[in-house]
């Protein structure tokens, strides 16, 4: 079945560079994305990657996509305490060529210590 | 621009009663799905709905159903509640798109339900 896993925590260093990684099983899904979750709050989209893509860059946000191997990762660059929060990987998937639903993973909770 | 609005933000109901949850999409979207989050974990789909039917539903019981107004917006109904059932629902707005396409999701904010 349909399957998203990240790991759940990562700590790293205000200024630091944060990399959050996530597998996904669906080989047919074509869009792929980053969700973020402050405490108390609704889901937040960060980004988005097509699928013919291997990386996206938006301002401090890379998404590096490796299609054969299932795996996506997002990179924050210049991490600051502000980016704590929980990210959501999701996949987009279809059934019968109708609108589709995300498959989300756990969520992987970053903190940033100043 | 309101973005997608949810009612009420916050919930407390007793095992075995029935609870309605509502969502308005955001302007211009016509595709309302329910994701359900309990609490450590990832959000799960529900159903969907595109004019004013489910189109798709995940893996939940009966006791879970909806509904979607002319005017896009919809409805989350859940009887006989469980323990099991709180958790944070959150509805999501889009617009229609095929497979292949962009499969844009807005979230709002959510409504956080307490089954005691």
């Known amino acids: 079945g349909e399957d998203v896993e990240q790991s759940l925590f990562l700590s790293v260093r205000e200024g630091d560079s944060s990399v959050i990684n996530c597998t996904y099983t669906d080989s047919s899904s074509t869009y792929l994305y980053w969700y973020k979750q402050e405490p108390g709050a609704g889901l937040q989209l960060l980004t988005y990657i097509f699928s013919n893509m291997d990386m996206k860059q938006d301002q401090r946000l890379t998404v590096l996509l490796n299609k054969k191997d299932k795996h996506l990762s997002l990179r924050i660059a210049d991490t600051q305490t502000g980016d704590s929060a929980i990210y959501f990987c999701a996949e987009s998937i279809y059934y019968g060529g109708s609108q589709g639903n995300l498959i989300f993973g756990k969520g992987t909770k970053l903190s940033v210590k100043p | 621009d309101a973005g997608v609005t949810q009612s009420p933000t916050h919930l407390i109901k007793t095992r075995g009663q029935q609870v309605t949850l509502r969502c308005s999409p955001k302007s211009g979207h016509d595709t309302v799905s329910w994701y359900q989050q309990a609490l450590g974990q990832g959000p799960q789909f529900i159903f969907q709905?595109?004019?004013?039917?489910?189109?798709q539903r995940g893996n939940f019981p009966d006791r879970f159903s909806g509904h979607q107004f002319p005017n896009y917006s919809s409805e989350l109904n859940v009887n006989a509640l469980l323990l099991g059932d709180s958790a944070l629902y959150l509805c999501a707005s889009s617009l229609d798109v095929r497979e292949g396409s962009n499969n844009e999701q807005f979230f709002g904010p959510g409504t956080r339900l307490t089954v005691l």
């Open positions: 709905y595109y004019e004013e039917e489910e189109r």
